[in-house]
């Protein structure tokens, strides 16, 4: 396995992401927002305060934490994923390797939640806006604050963005061997 340290190329950075990053998940731990049920499973408030089951263990979502802290220095920093891609690859593979679980229902979500983490930006904004946080086409021309996209623009790239979440999933299911 593969340890933390070595997610990054950036030797300056990778200490600074997993530490705040391990914060993160403290602070969900501390203040019950991720708790063990009577069943033994994991569980997690989201957004909209309903509980759902972590479909993943603790390790992977510090992987993933990490992973969007990391997304977020490099925009803040105005680089993109090729100006350090070498981290970004093996940290992608870091990632898939904690993450493979045999549960086949478990294993498609995490697919899919990788398809839509890798979706470009405006369409992964526009798809979590749309479905995760179920606001309108309308709150969501707002919300972006687009200027030159009209409410029938917006549903066609909606749609074209879905298109491809949905050719990412076959896609990956097909490397594993699963049914779309």
């Known amino acids: ?12 950075i990778k200490e600074d992401i997993f530490q705040q990053s391990f914060v993160k998940l403290w602070t969900e ?3 019950k927002r991720i708790f063990i049920g009577d069943d033994d499973k994991l569980y997690r408030f989201d957004r909209k305060g309903n509980i759902r089951v972590l ?5 992977s979502f510090l992987i993933d934490i990490a992973k969007n ?16 891609f070498e981290s970004f690859a093996h940290m992608m593979e870091v990632s898939r390797a904690v993450r493979f679980d ?13 398809c839509v983490f890798d979706l ?3 369409c992964k904004d526009i798809l979590t806006m749309f479905y995760y946080k179920g606001m309108s086409l309308d709150e969501i021309l707002v919300a972006r604050g687009e200027k030159n996209i009209s ?3 917006l549903k066609t790239g909606k749609y074209k963005c879905m298109e491809s979440l949905k050719t ?13």
């Not at 479909?55 to 390790?59: R, V």
């Not at 990391?70 to 920093?77: M, P, S, T």
């Open 168 to 180: 990412r999933v076959k896609d990956a299911y097909k490397k594993y061997n699963l049914k779309y």
């Open 55 to 59: 479909t993943c263990n603790l390790k």
């Open 120 to 122: 470009p930006p405006r």
């Open 29 to 31: 731990i501390e203040t």
């Open 151 to 153: 409410k029938n623009g």
């Open 1 to 12: 396995m593969h340890s933390y340290g070595a997610v990054f190329s950036k030797d300056n």
């Open 69 to 84: 802290d990391y997304r977020d220095w490099l925009r803040k920093d105005r680089l993109t994923l090729e100006d350090d």
């Open 102 to 114: 045999d549960n086949q229902e478990t294993l498609k979500e995490q697919i899919v939640a990788d």
